[in-house]
């Protein structure tokens, strides 16, 4: 192992730490014995409470938008600059959304007998002005762990604060096995499915469409590059898991709570709609997998841009063979993009499902909700990123330059 490998190793195992250390923070405030008696909500009632949920959702607000807005779409691809711009109005987007959250957690709290030494003001403000500082601690530490450590930063945090309960919910099921009250026959179908699962993910994840492109032979100075050939890659799940999932239910939400708010929430068609609508329902599971697949091609075709990736490689002297330059060669990306991403979505839609068909048939374990495809998803991610920038570091020289 290299000196750089093993500083970068130390550093996110340091910075991993921090993070846990502060889920074991209590919100200050709250009367201590009170909370030792609650088991299990100590990591929710901590400084880091809100989580990066603030951090993330300004962000996927902000990606959404420069998918429909030219404008930000462009200041995303200026430059330094323009990135700089973009940093500054997504910060100050999660300060505004982490004091929301911070505050309704505070305001909610002062309502638990005995829990709040001094349910007044003064803590509401403290402990929201303590919440937002956790959150931006946590995006600063995961900042550092992605410039100075192994692995992006974001998604480790994330993956280590799924990870953390995996040792009790197993621990729990064992216990629920022993009594009696759980066949360990479904326990160890659950165990192969994961399996399957994991291996489907870490297969599609490292799927590509290898589009061959030839570029010509430029001049650089008094230097003349002979023409080369190259592959555009196409992944074959380019929309991630976050964003279409994420957004998927605020399509039919958004207009119901619009309904609610012109018919009145106590009205018979809200309250039905809101009633088939719920968590596992299969009036959710439809709508929730149909918005899933169509947000995967809307947010692919942002990721992979045809129209921009044909400028640029006709302003590199590159072409597809058989293909001719500029629309043609958008076109023909076009096509081959959505062909791909019809796999990918289909692949995103069953993952979001996972849960719910579990729940729906009454074939769930005690962990189903929380362990679900998207977690799955977003950890077998982290840990092929990890190993791709150890295998980077490793064959790396201290001056940069690959051995």
């Avoid at 009790?168 to 009594?179: L, Q």
């Avoid at 929309?239 to 009145?264: D, H, Q, R, S």
Wanted: charged residues 15%; hydrophobic residues 50%.
């Amino acid at each position: 192992m290299s000196r750089e490998l093993a500083r970068r190793i130390a550093f996110t195992i340091g910075a991993l730490l921090l993070f846990r250390l502060g889920t074991q923070i209590p919100i200050p405030g709250l009367d201590a014995s009170r909370l030792a008696s609650l088991p299990g909500f100590n990591d929710r009632l901590s400084l880091f409470s809100p989580g990066l949920i603030p951090y993330l959702t300004a962000a996927i607000f902000l990606r959404l938008l420069s998918v429909v807005w030219r404008g930000l779409s462009s200041l995303e691809r200026s430059g330094d600059a323009g990135r700089r711009k973009l940093v500054r109005v997504t910060l100050g987007l999660t300060l505004a959304l982490a004091a929301f959250q911070a505050y309704g957690i505070a305001s909610t709290l002062i309502s638990f007998p005995e829990l709040v030494r001094n349910p007044d003001g003064w803590f509401v403000m403290t402990a929201t002005a303590s919440m937002v500082g956790g959150v931006f601690l946590l995006v600063w530490l995961s900042e550092q762990i992605t410039r100075y450590g192994i692995g992006n930063g974001l998604a480790l945090i994330l993956s280590v604060g799924m990870l953390v309960s995996l040792p009790r919910d197993v621990a729990g099921i064992a216990d629920v096995v022993r009594s009696g009250a759980l066949s360990g026959n479904l326990v160890f179908i659950h165990a192969v499915f994961w399996v399957v699962t994991v291996a489907v993910i870490v297969l599609v994840e490292g799927a590509r469409r290898n589009i061959r492109v030839e570029f010509g032979a430029r001049d650089v100075g008094a230097r003349q590059l002979p023409g080369r050939d190259a592959v555009l890659p196409i992944k074959l799940n380019s929309a991630g898991f976050l964003i279409p999932v994420t957004v998927a239910p605020w399509t039919f939400f958004l207009p119901l709570a619009f309904a609610g708010f012109v018919l009145g929430g106590d009205h018979p068609l809200v309250v039905a709609a809101y009633r088939h609508l719920q968590l596992g329902q299969p009036a959710h599971m439809i709508l929730v997998s149909i918005a899933v697949f169509l947000l995967a091609f809307v947010y692919t075709a942002y990721v992979v841009d045809p129209e921009h990736t044909a400028k640029s490689l006709a302003q590199h002297d590159g072409t597809i063979p058989g293909v001719a330059p500029g629309e043609a060669t958008a076109g023909y990306l076009d096509r081959v993009v959505s062909l791909t991403t019809v796999v990918g979505a289909v692949y995103l839609t069953a993952l979001q499902l996972i849960p719910q068909v579990f729940d729906l048939y009454g074939i769930g374990l005690p962990y189903s909700m929380i362990v679900n495809g998207g977690a799955a998803l977003v950890v077998v991610c982290t840990a092929l990123d990890i190993k791709t920038q150890v295998r980077d570091v490793s064959l790396t020289n201290p001056g940069g330059v690959r051995r």
